[in-house]
């Protein structure tokens, strides 16, 4: 039963993740670029090129705002919303080790953030790539959200873990230096998980240049999303080992 | 199970939340008691290993509390705060910590533990819609489920009505009586006193006394009490009670008498009994004292 992965805290984080109405907001979030793909395919003109609109929809809507909201919304409920109202002490006050219970969360957090944004993409490819000849196009495009949802659920809970504001800090990181930053200046692309999903996605594709290239190199693109990967868990499980709960005021 | 806190000491910066604390704890009840604020908490925190000791040591059964997962095997922890996943029925939270606790067979545990605290009626009830008082209930069945033998319980009776106070009582002084060692914290001194065999007082996050119950009570009972008393002849009464032995001084004013007394029972039975034999009526007697920050600043002062 002690083996890495704790089968009652999985439970109680999918249904953490979901509760409050969370599901609507995920399930609404995941739906946006399937219902901009149909809108396309009824409303398109004829003429329109479907791969490189399919493109943009993925890269622009999907990767930019759909895949970190969702990773970030299903992750606030599991340390930062605990951490909030107390009941963490029912978990850390166990004969559980901490790390189980770290990577126990970020495994179930991140699966939920993967099966969302992943079978999003799926259905944005068929939708709009169907007969383009375009397939791996639309794998890769999957295989970028699954990336993406698997590393900012890692950050995000890791950042729920760090402060109480877990949701506004999340969503000022996404704005401010993946929104902006990275966008503007080649060097913060190395620390911009939109970029690995980008540049992974690229890899994968092997695209025509004229429809997608991605900026960061892909090598740099798969050694980062090791180390965030990496880093974002044991951070997570350090943290939890050494965390207080039950302090004054 | 022995738990042994040693010169325990947690301070935040600048602010002291308990200072340098040493008790044993035994098999039985024993109550912790100390007004809001006192560090009651944090004391149950660090027994509970979720809190670091700045200083000193906190043991359970020969293991350090903080960061030693194994103790929780017998170890049962019930916060103050009334907190728990609302999306849970009671069943189901007793259940989640019976299979956390990694007992042989959760579904019974958990049955079990929700019978004892008499919440079967609610059992499938999400949290959400339960009482104060069924949510301390609901969180004392989560302790219960791997049968503790440490059993930590922060203000345990808030929001419970008198009847499920009485027999949430009864059901510790059972589990006592079967040999578990059980700390209650409590700012109320007849909870403790009614519950507890041994009580710790904890004061500004000091340990101000300890001791039986019973010599507790009297601590802090046998000192100087201090009533307001308004009567339809103040004058006269004032005469009647400076002769009573139970009387330390009195003052006449003209809101009424201001008594002291050494004596608290000999002063409260002799007063009606005089009062009735000089034909005097009693408007208002007002203990002046009886906050519980007064009788436990007396304990620290004495």
Not at chain 1, 131 to 157: M, Q, R
Not at chain 2, 20 to 31: E, K, M, N, Q, W
Request: charge should be neutral; glycine fraction near 8%; proline fraction near 4%.
């Amino acid at each position: 039963m002690s083996g890495p992965i704790n089968g009652a805290i999985a439970g109680l984080t999918v249904r953490q993740s979901l509760a409050r109405r969370r599901w609507i907001v995920v399930t609404l979030l995941a739906a946006l670029p399937i219902v901009m793909a149909l809108a396309f395919r009824a409303y398109g003109d004829v003429g329109d090129d479907m791969t490189s609109s399919a493109v943009d929809i993925l890269s622009s809507v999907a990767f930019t705002v759909v895949v970190p909201i969702v990773a970030l919304v299903l992750a606030s409920a599991g340390f930062g919303a605990e951490v909030e109202d107390g009941t963490v002490v029912y978990l850390l006050a166990k004969p559980i080790p901490r790390s189980t219970i770290a990577v126990t969360k970020l495994v179930v957090t991140a699966a939920c953030a993967m099966a969302l944004n992943g079978v999003s993409a799926a259905i944005v490819g068929v939708i709009m790539l169907r007969g383009a000849g375009s397939a791996h196009l639309a794998v890769a495009f999957v295989v970028g959200a699954l990336l993406g949802s698997a590393l900012y659920a890692a950050i995000f809970l890791a950042l729920g873990l760090i402060t109480r504001r877990g949701m506004l800090v999340g969503l000022v990181y996404l704005v401010v230096w993946e929104g902006v930053l990275a966008r503007l200046f080649a060097g913060t692309r190395t620390f911009s998980v939109r970029q690995y999903m980008l540049s992974v996605t690229d890899a994968i594709a092997k695209a025509d240049a004229s429809v997608f290239t991605a900026q960061l190199p892909h090598g740099r693109a798969y050694i980062m999303s090791a180390v965030v990967a990496v880093a974002a868990l044991a951070f997570c499980i350090n943290r939890l080992c050494d965390f207080e709960i039950g302090r004054a005021g | 199970m022995t738990v042994v806190l040693t010169s325990a000491s947690k301070w935040y910066g600048n602010i002291v939340a308990v200072n340098d604390v040493s008790f044993t704890l035994a098999p039985g009840i024993t109550g912790l008691l100390g007004p809001n604020g006192a560090g009651k908490s944090t004391v149950l925190h660090m027994i509970a290993g979720l809190l670091q000791p700045s200083s000193g040591t906190v043991v359970i059964n020969d293991i350090a509390a903080w960061q030693h997962p194994v103790v929780y095997r017998g170890v049962g922890f019930a916060p103050e705060s009334e907190a728990v996943y609302p999306f849970l029925s009671g069943y189901e939270f007793a259940l989640l910590n019976a299979r956390l606790q990694m007992v042989a067979d959760p579904a019974a545990a958990a049955t079990r533990a929700i019978a004892m605290v008499d919440l079967e009626a609610a059992q499938h009830r999400p949290i959400a819609t339960y009482s104060k008082g069924m949510r301390q209930r609901a969180k004392i069945a989560a302790t219960l489920v791997h049968e503790p033998e440490l059993l930590l319980l922060d203000e345990p009776f808030n929001g419970m009505d008198p009847k499920q106070r009485l027999e949430m009582m009864d059901m510790l002084r059972a589990l006592a009586a079967n040999g578990r060692t059980i700390l209650v914290s409590s700012h109320i001194l007849e909870e403790v006193d009614r519950l507890a065999d041994t009580v710790l007082v904890l004061i500004g996050g000091r340990l101000a006394a300890s001791g039986p119950s019973r010599v507790i009570r009297q601590l802090m009972t046998d000192r100087p009490h201090t009533f307001t008393v308004r009567s339809s002849d103040d004058r006269r009464l004032a005469a009647a009670l400076v002769a009573q032995p139970a009387t330390t001084s009195v003052e006449i004013a003209a809101t009424g008498l201001t008594v002291r007394t050494a004596d608290l029972g000999a002063f409260t039975r002799a007063l009606p009994v005089l009062a009735r034999d000089a034909a005097i009526s009693l408007t208002e007697v007002l203990p002046s004292d009886e906050s519980l920050e007064s009788v436990f600043s007396y304990l620290v002062q004495g």
